[in-house]
């Protein structure tokens, strides 16, 4: 089983900045980190590989220093990390990037065998847009199940999955075809410490670097800025709020709810009125 993990090195959301021009993020200068959402998908698919034999390999797209997230990834234990970085992808929006990672997941599968599973994080702190895991779906004709909280079952010989995913109301059950995409819910694993041998070997390891012509794109007009249709026409920090924090007081030998109930049909006396006459139409 060959797996594909595609990861995202973002700024610390702490210290992010915006080009006032561009309206771009500026990573020049700011403490970067692996995407949180991403080490849950790197941590199921090294679980899978664990149980059922094969390789997972990381992908990324970013300047030379997200090589930095992929030797993260390595200590970890993942069996391979490829970097994609070229100029031609400055200023990517997701469907750019989507574009070029899933081009560089085709050139992946001519290299070292297809990807039984493409996983990805739900998404990014610095986009949240979600968008690129369904984009390299899409790009490559893979089913794909989001919000997946568990991988529960896999069968090599009838080539499936059966995952758990989180949805309104409950959990949902499902079975997958492969190849498919996985992107993963937060809070579904922990990520591993990884071994003194991984270690050793994450920071030895040779990072497969490519560009846009080694990864196999031939039309530069989708990557980068020129295929990224997005416009951002403005970036700012929420206003801070006016409110300040209200002091309640609890009446002695008053409950806490009561209290807080109390102060809330003070606060909209119509209210309690509109609830009393929900309650009688039950």
Same mark, same amino acid.
């Given at each position: ?7 995202? =090195? ?8 915006v ?6 993020i ?15 998908a ?41 970097? /994609?970085?070229?100029?031609?992808f400055?200023?990517?929006?997701t ?5 070029? /990672? ?20 739900? =998404? ?6 979600? =968008? ?39 959990? =949902? ?25 991984d270690?050793?070997?994450?920071a ?6 490519w ?51 109390d ?20």
């Amino acid at each position: 089983m060959h797996i594909v993990v595609c990861i995202k =090195q973002v700024p610390d959301s702490a210290q992010i900045r915006v080009h006032p021009v561009t309206n771009t993020i500026m990573r020049q200068g700011v403490p970067t980190i692996i995407n949180p959402y991403d080490l849950f998908a790197l941590e199921e698919a090294m679980r899978l590989r664990d149980k059922f034999g094969g390789e997972v390999t990381v992908l990324t797209m970013g300047p030379p220093s997200a090589e930095d997230s992929l030797r993260k990834a390595l200590t970890f234990g993942v069996d391979r990390a490829v970097l /994609l970085t070229d100029r031609f992808f400055a200023g990517s929006d997701t469907l750019a990037t989507s574009f070029a /990672l899933a081009t560089a997941i085709s050139k992946i599968g001519e290299t070292w065998g297809k990807p039984d599973i493409v996983f990805t994080g739900k =998404q990014t702190i610095d986009g949240d847009t979600a =968008q690129v895991g369904p984009g390299i779906a899409k790009r490559l004709g893979l089913m794909q199940v989001t919000y997946v909280a568990k991988v529960a079952e896999y069968d090599g010989e009838e080539r499936t999955v059966t995952l758990e995913r989180r949805a309104e109301g409950g959990t =949902q059950v499902l079975k997958s075809s492969l190849p498919c995409l996985i992107a993963m819910l937060e809070g579904t694993n922990e990520i591993r410490r990884g071994t003194m041998a991984d270690a050793l070997r994450g920071a030895r390891a040779e990072i497969v670097k490519w560009s846009a012509k080694d990864a196999g794109v031939e039309d530069l007009t989708k990557c980068g800025l020129k295929g990224s249709p997005t416009i951002v026409k403005r970036v700012f920090a929420p206003s801070p709020r006016a409110e300040k924090a209200q002091m309640i007081e609890v009446p002695e030998g008053a409950s806490l709810a009561d209290a807080l109930i109390d102060d809330i049909f003070k606060r909209q006396p119509n209210l309690e009125p509109d609830l009393t006459a929900l309650a009688r139409g039950f």
